[in-house]
């Protein structure tokens, strides 16, 4: 009596993960990054006197005297967050729900035992980016074992072009938004940079005009030069920290995704002989 052999489940598509509109997230940055450089730092009890043009009694008062330049490079600072936590979500429902390396050592042992309809059951159970790509590689496999009259050659090309197909698919859900970060790592020192520069021709204003009565302007001139410098610098430096972490994790992704696919296509040439 013949056995009816259970189908593997249905894929289920994670679909598009990430924030697809990113200049929503960069609105609510910029509205976010002026309503506390005007409500909050340039409050009357961040100054002596009460008066924003006073000097300043606090960090935030400091922080104020950065003039406009400084809210802008806020929004840039408040937008590698957003955005690194965007990523960082992303990529987790990319990978699925179990880790890369336990999902690879099941799929693995299930390539060792030819029991390609579990490691489709595992790719069910697991969801996201990289299951859909190696679900996408092994039904080549099992289309191509079911095919007949065409040479071996042939069938393993097949594979392997189903795999470099699936990651294409795939790979934008993973690198969505990281050309932003990037952006942003050369914005934050040039927009930091033109801070400094305001700045500094503030200062030469005030130097140039004479007369104690100018040190007033002569020292804002100068907080706001070395708050942008410091503010730019800092805002670059924690988006180049972010896209190279997350490039480092979309590349060992690659790298596990690419060693699944060889080693797929390597499985099917060891265990079938050359059709005529």
């Given amino acids: 009596m013949a056995t009816t052999q259970k189908a593997a489940p249905a894929a289920k598509k994670s679909g598009s993960v990430g924030i697809k509109d990113a200049i929503w997230v960069i609105v609510i940055c910029v509205v976010i990054a002026f309503c506390n450089f005007f409500f909050n730092f340039g409050q009357s009890g961040n100054f002596e006197g009460g008066d924003p043009a006073g000097a300043p009694l606090n960090i935030w008062g400091t922080i104020y005297k950065g003039g406009v330049i400084v809210p802008v490079i806020h929004t840039l600072l408040l937008t590698v967050l957003f955005m690194a936590i965007e990523r960082v979500l992303a990529l987790s429902k990319c990978i699925g729900k179990e880790k890369l390396a336990t999902f690879l050592a099941k799929i693995k042992a299930d ?40 040479k071996k050659e042939v069938k393993i090309a097949r594979i392997q072009q189903a795999h470099e197909e699936a990651i294409a698919v795939e790979m934008p859900t993973l690198t969505m938004n990281l050309p932003l970060i990037a952006t942003i790592v050369t914005l934050g020192t040039l927009t930091g940079l033109l801070g400094t520069v305001v700045g500094m021709i503030k200062s030469f204003q005030a130097l140039a005009s004479g007369g104690g009565g100018d040190s007033v302007e002569l020292s804002t001139g100068i907080s706001e030069a070395l708050i942008n410098t410091a503010f730019g610098i800092g805002t670059s430096w924690l988006a180049v920290v972010s896209y190279n972490f997350f490039t480092n994790r979309i590349d060992k992704i690659s790298f596990a995704l690419d060693e699944i696919g060889y080693s797929i296509a390597q499985t099917y040439n060891a265990t079938h002989a050359e059709e005529a």
């Fill in 111 to 150: 390539l060792k035992a030819l029991n390609f309809d579990a490691a489709l059951q595992h790719c069910a159970a697991q969801g996201g980016s990289v299951a859909n790509v190696v679900r996408a590689t092994v039904m080549a496999y099992k289309e191509a074992d079911a095919t007949q009259g065409v």
